[in-house]
Nanobody
Framework: QVQLVESGGGLVQAGGSLRLSCAAS????????MGWFRQAPGKEREFVAA????????YYADSVKGRFTISGDNAKNTVYLQMNSLKPEDTAVYYC??????????????????WGQGTQVTVSS
């Protein structure tokens, strides 16, 4: 009942910036918290950032805090991830996600209700 469509991935040099977008649709899309995970080859999917459905509360992984910013546009049912000061270790497939609570984002990726298709982010040295 919630569909997520991502865009904005690409190739950038270390120190550069990218902005990812995720548009949510469906009858109950506005009822969900949204956020981002990433997965590098051979590694587990890891939490990146999340935002409450009101936009009042945000959460970040320690590895991206101070460099990434999550925001939302409720009128468009869209969430963004602004990524600055990118490092090669940020290279991964980034997945948009939706869930009934931001706690799930911080607790376990396996319990997330809805996923986008993923978008590749590659940061060159």
């Amino acid at each position: 009942q919630v569909q997520l469509v991502e865009s904005g991935g690409g190739l950038v040099q270390a120190g550069g910036s990218l902005r990812l977008s995720c548009a949510a649709s469906g009858r109950t899309a506005s009822s969900y918290a949204m956020g981002w995970f990433r997965q590098a080859p051979g590694k587990e999917r890891e939490f990146v950032a999340a935002i409450s459905r009101s936009g009042a509360t945000t959460y970040y992984a320690d590895s991206v805090k101070g460099r990434f910013t999550i925001s939302g546009d409720n009128a468009k049912n869209t969430v963004y991830l602004q990524m600055n000061s990118l490092k090669p270790e940020d290279t991964a497939v980034y997945y948009c996600a939706a869930d009934r609570t931001t706690f799930t984002f911080r607790d376990s990726a396996s319990r997330i209700d809805y996923w986008g298709q993923g978008t590749q982010v590659t940061v060159s040295s």
